[in-house]
Every structure is written in structure tokens, then in C-alpha cells.
């Protein structure tokens, strides 16, 4: 019994760890900029957010502010509007890679879009070495299994390191075809309880869309957003700043505002 709620530990460690770079660092903080990131924060997700995750920050921050210029429209880089619910998995997984070279190859477009981001892609993408990330989280799974036998404690942490695809799957699908709408957004964002639950607040598309740079995803009662949770924790622990909405409730809509660096 000890060791099946290790292995449950550990699944909850990992999957808590993935949640925590994608959802308050990459998300909330690179490109919304709803929380501002600690130097040594901002530093340590540039370094180390594409080795804990296999996502490229400065990508799939480029991704996202796509999504919300275009949400939903033939545009966006992956709307359910007009991909299957199962295909876009794969829709979006191409997306990140056209991103990715878009940035890498210099196009104006995408690289105007995070201006304000002043750091290059991972050097991983840069030199197509995209995989290592997940060889090293597959070698430490396969180390735990042959040297420790301890085969459920490898899989456990697996799955809990490379969920992302599968989190951000739900959002993009579910949160996109399937719920409740608070507010009259120009898209189809939803607020999807389930999601929200499970991804940590992110199921709450519609009040998102509305108000993109509020850290907090949560806007009735009832809502509640595990991953605004996270950012007062982190703030706590001084890895963040909560950063107040602006006092001009006309510009909440607004994705982001880069500015040259």
C-alpha cells in the first residue's frame, strides 16, 4: 500500500510541476503578463522550461497570443470550430512546430508577436534536438524500472511529466465546444468545469477570453481556479507578483501589449 501511494506522490509531483511551469510561469506570466516573474524566475523558466515540460517558452507563448488574435477563426492554431475533437491533438502539435520555425527562421510576423520576450528560443529547438527532453524524463521512467524494479513509481512519473499534450488538448477541444458562457466573446470559448479542475483553472476559457490578462481564471461564484491558487502560493514564496488588473476595464480584453526591447 506504501508503495502504490508513493507512486500516487509521485504522479501528483510531476503532473503538479508541469502544471506549475505551463499554467503560472508560460501562461499567466511570459504571455499574458498577468503575474510578473521573479529575475531569477523569469531566468530559471528560460533555462530549464523547455527540459521540465518538452515546450519551447518563447513557442508556445508565440502559440497562445496566436490563439487569442484569432480565436476561432480559420487562423487560430487550433480551434475545434474546425478540427475534429480527436484530431486536434495532432493539429496542435503542428501548430507549435510551425510556430517554432517561424520564430527560429526569423519570420517578422511571429517574432513581433513576443518582442517583449528577450530571449531566443531553446537552443534544444534551435538545433533540433527537440527530443532530448523527453529521453531524459523516458531514461529516468526505464532507470527506475530496471535498476529499482519499480516499474508503476516509472510510469507514474512519466505520465505525470508529459501530460502536457493531453492538458492542453482538453483546454483547446473541450473549453472550446463544450460548456457555459459567462461573458459575449467573439469566439466559442467556454468555461468547461471538468478542464477547469483538472488543468488547474484553465477549463475557464469564456471568462479568459474576456479578461486575458487577470491572473485569476475564476469570475462567479462557484468558480474556482486551482492555478490562481499556485500564483498567490509562488507570490508568497516571492517567484512572482500578482500584477492588478487595470483600472481601465476597457482594456482587460486586450491578449497582451508588447513592448520593443
Not at 17 to 23: A, S
Not at 78 to 93: D, W
Not at 101 to 121: M, Q
Not at 167 to 190: C, I, L
Request: proline share 5%; charged share 15%.
Amino acid at each position: 500500500m506504501s508503495y502504490a501511494l508513493l507512486c500516487l506522490a509521485v504522479f501528483a509531483a510531476t503532473y503538479m510541476l508541469n502544471i506549475f511551469y505551463v499554467t503560472v510561469l508560460y501562461h499567466r506570466g511570459l504571455t499574458h503578463g498577468a503575474v510578473e516573474l521573479h529575475p531569477f524566475t523569469r531566468w530559471l523558466v528560460v533555462h530549464t522550461g523547455n527540459w521540465v515540460t518538452g515546450l519551447d517558452p518563447k513557442g508556445w507563448s508565440a502559440m497562445h497570443r496566436a490563439h487569442h488574435v484569432h480565436s476561432d477563426t480559420e487562423l487560430d492554431p487550433h480551434s475545434p470550430r474546425f478540427h475534429s475533437v480527436p484530431a486536434l491533438m495532432l493539429v496542435q502539435l503542428r501548430s507549435y512546430n510551425r510556430m517554432l520555425k517561424r520564430l527560429i527562421t526569423g519570420d517578422a510576423e511571429a517574432n513581433r508577436s513576443v518582442r517583449d520576450l528577450n530571449f531566443d528560443v531553446s537552443w534544444l529547438n534551435r538545433h533540433g534536438l527537440w527530443a532530448l527532453p523527453y529521453l531524459l524524463h523516458a531514461g529516468i521512467a526505464l532507470a527506475l524500472g530496471i535498476v529499482g524494479g519499480w516499474w508503476l513509481l516509472g510510469a507514474a512519473y512519466w505520465l505525470g511529466m508529459m501530460t502536457h499534450p493531453v492538458q492542453g488538448w482538453m483546454v483547446n477541444a473541450f473549453a472550446h465546444k463544450y460548456g457555459g458562457r459567462n461573458f459575449e466573446t467573439p469566439d466559442d470559448s467556454r468555461n468547461n468545469t471538468a478542464v477547469a479542475w483538472l488543468v488547474f483553472g484553465e477549463g475557464y476559457q469564456n471568462n479568459h477570453h474576456h479578461s486575458p490578462r487577470s491572473a485569476n481564471f475564476a469570475m462567479r461564484s462557484g468558480e474556482v481556479d486551482l492555478g490562481y491558487g499556485l500564483c498567490l502560493l509562488a507570490q508568497k514564496l516571492g517567484a512572482v507578483r500578482v500584477i492588478p488588473l487595470p483600472a481601465d476595464a476597457s482594456t482587460i480584453g486586450e491578449p497582451y501589449s508588447p513592448t520593443a526591447q
